[in-house]
């Protein structure tokens, strides 16, 4: 018996774990996947593997735009990796084999390329980040100066970004007479069908104004919401699958039991079953993503943020202090329940209870670090939407603020005891550049990072309730601390 998991050892895998309920070579490929990170791995790709049991035609090759370590660890496992779904009642084990094959596109550029031309394919998906999409986060258009997208609008032959890829094997597909592939972005932006094509369409519209038009035309990009908590992957969690399946898995995957998505049902070149694996499709995607955007990333940023300075290393660490909770219940009772608009037949008292419970799971070790990533890419849809909102509204935005402070202590780089922080971020050192020329000054800290118009964009910056307040938070938080200002936010 082979000591690594793959198609060989899959016979032998101990009783009592799953494994993919149809014959993998009969799988043909109907998906290319941008991005195979875990998330991707814990969430489409499951929904997936579920499909395949009814229909083989929607296998998933998938692309790293980046790093070849998913390529390395799942090439000698013939794509086929553990899905450990952890809570407090224990772990179950699954082993998931929609993923055909993996492709890093930096060294195979054209295999990808002809992957996404191929007329099989009909649907792209991609979870790339935030920063993925050469956004300008606060206002969603094509940033024209990244350097990927200079590069990619220089050598359309040859992209290195997300949208240089798609709009290149659009052309191909174009040239070759086959339709577009539909477009399914699975990441946490907002209105993300409308963001991905509005990205795509000015991409195209650079290469050739008439390609433009088709890909405004022509090309389908169904809005989505996605929800999975997929920590990283840690060497504990590896050790643990493999004394579980008695083989190594290099590049196994741990969540949570809960699991959302939401689709719009805009398909024109078909789509797989989903709904039978659980996905839900609607018309209109926008309430469910602002729900879930707003409740759980603008808590989660808000908690990673606190939490972190704090000296709590995980979320479920920071859940563990009630004056957290607290300030967690009030965040999305009082200030983001109002700015909702739900359709009927949504409950969002119990979507909200689930959360608090989710957040507090002690099986997932999800690092306050980790969340705190990308702030810049984040905080528009995740705290600032909800700020104006309620801003329009003449409503308190005491708790948003504070999250917003958080994140401006965070991107100094240095702790509250002096120590450095690794901030994670595509503006981190312009970021830092300001932090250090305030000098350890709050108000001169918030105004210079205020004039981020990427993140604050033109607005905010002039609205003195909203800097009042984030400056406010922030002398609290250089003068007492993150424990003691969230401890005593209740009692003021
Ligand atoms: C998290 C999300 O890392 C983060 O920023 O807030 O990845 C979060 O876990 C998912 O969106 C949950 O669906």
Redesign the pocket.
Known sequence: MSDRLNQDSLADLPEGIRRPAYDRRAVRTGIVHLGVGA?HRA?QAVYTDDVLALDTGWGIVAASLRSPDTFDALAPQDGLYTLSVRSQGGEALRIIGSIGRVIVAPRATEELLDAMADPRTRIVTLTVTEKGYCHDPATGALNEAHPDIVHDLAYPKTPRSAPGFIVEALRRRNRAGVPPFTVLTCD?LPSNGRTVKRVLTRFAELVDPEFGRFVANEVSCPSTM??????ATSDQDRQRIAEALHVEDAWPVVTEPFT?WVIEDRFPQGRPAWEKAGAEFVADVEPYEHM??RL??GS??TL?YLGYLAGYETVADTMADPAFVRLIEGLMDEEVTPTLHMPPGADLASYKRALVERFKNPALK?RTW?????GSQ?LPQ?LLGTVRDRLRDGASIARLSLGVAAWMRYVTGTDEKGSAIDVRDPMAARLRELADRAGGSAEKLASALFGVREIFGDDLPNDPRFTGAVTAHLVRLYEKGAKRTVAEFGAE
């Open positions: 998330f969430h946490n996605v929800d999975r908590i997929v920590p959302q879930k955007l759980l990333n989660h940023s990673a999800h980790q969340i705190a990533m990308d984040k995740r």
